[in-house]
Structure formats: C-alpha cells, structure tokens
C-alpha cells in the first residue's frame, strides 16, 4: 500500500496562504484532498487526475485553491490563497491505485496520510 505524508499546515490570519504538500512513497493514480473539520464529516476540498488535466474543487474553495501534481516526485499539492477562517481543518491527502480519473469520494481512494492541520484566525 502506498505511504502519504502530508506537510505544509499552520497557523495562518484570514487572507493568508498556505502550501500544502503530500509526498507519496510509490506511484498513485487519481489524488485528492480531504479536509474534516471538528464535528464535521470529512469532505472533498479538491481532486486531480493522474494526468494532472482534469481537476475538481468544492464549490467553497473555488477560486482560493489550486491542486496540482509532480508524478516524476510522487508528489501532489494544494496551494490555498485568502483563506476563510471557515477553512480551519484537519487536510488529508489521498491516492487511488484503481483510477486515473478525477475522484471526488472516500470510497474511491485507497490510501490515506495522517493529516495536517490548518488554523485560520479571524
């Protein structure tokens, strides 16, 4: 199974940016990033195809957020601009070894990091 680790969260003021960053310890297919905030199910914040063509994104981070990948490192990102206090969650990366195509739910992915946290003060 594929290995994830997440990196990038913070502690970042309303209107800030962050980078966050998930490096994956073999080849994946379609990627995404999940992020569950306390008390809340976890939901789909962006997602991108193998290719890196075709990509997702939540109707609350269209615009802000931008998700890409590097599959010559295994590694795929989230830049995430103006950011909302709202935004404040646990990010999770995940792959899917089944699917090059855009996944945008749990039960399509295969492999998951253990999550980064993200904190947008007010």
């Known amino acids: 199974q594929v290995q994830l680790v997440e990196s990038g969260g913070g502690l970042v003021q309303a209107g800030g940016s962050l980078r966050l960053s998930c490096a994956a310890s073999?080849?994946?297919?379609?990627m995404g990033w999940f992020r569950q905030a306390p008390g809340k199910e976890r939901e789909i914040a962006a997602a991108?195809?193998?290719?890196?063509?075709?990509?997702y994104y939540a109707d609350s981070v269209k615009g802000r957020f931008t998700i890409s990948r590097d599959n010559a490192k295994n590694t795929v990102y989230l830049q995430m601009n103006s950011l909302k206090p709202e935004d404040t969650a646990s990010y999770y990366c995940?792959?899917?070894?089944?699917?090059?195509?855009?996944?945008?739910?749990?039960?399509?992915?295969?492999?998951w990091g253990q999550g980064t946290q993200v904190t947008v003060s007010s």
């Open positions: 995940a792959a899917s070894v089944r699917t090059t195509y855009v996944r945008t739910t749990i039960r399509d992915y295969d492999s």
């Open positions: 073999g080849t994946t297919y379609a």
């Open positions: 991108i195809s193998w290719s890196g063509v075709d990509t």
